[in-house]
Structures are given as C-alpha cells and as structure tokens.
C-alpha cells in the first residue's frame, strides 16, 4: 500500500503533461498555466527538503532547556 508520493515522478508527470499541451494546443495560455504547475511542483519539492533538515539550534536549546529543569 502507498502512503507516500514520490516527488521525482510527480514532477516527470507534470512535464509528460505540458510536453502533450504543448503540442496540442501551441497558441493557448493552458501551456503557460503548465509550466506554472511545474515550477511550483519543483519548489514544494525543496521546501519540503528543507522542513524535513533537522534544526539543530532548536534541538540544542530544547535541551539545554530540559538539562535545566
């Protein structure tokens, strides 16, 4: 059972999909809505990178927090 997405084939999807608009419809704005998508799907993939790194800081203040009580 999957309980995870996977963000490389996510954004492989979403360029498959603007590739095909592309063609399809060359003078239409629904390319450029498309590439938008994508350019979105790629930052929710480093800024999910990016909350996923552990805050060292935070954790060492915590601690020393804790070590006081």
Request: no cysteine; glycine share 6%; proline share 4%.
């Amino acid at each position: 059972m999957y309980r995870s997405l996977n963000a490389d084939h996510i954004i492989q999807t979403i360029g498959q999909l603007r590739d095909r608009i592309q063609e399809r419809f060359p003078d239409a704005g629904l390319t450029k809505v498309a590439e938008e998508l994508q350019r979105i799907g790629t930052e929710a993939v480093t800024r999910a990178e990016w909350i996923a790194r552990p805050l060292l800081p935070l954790r060492i203040a915590i601690g020393f927090l804790v070590a006081l009580l």
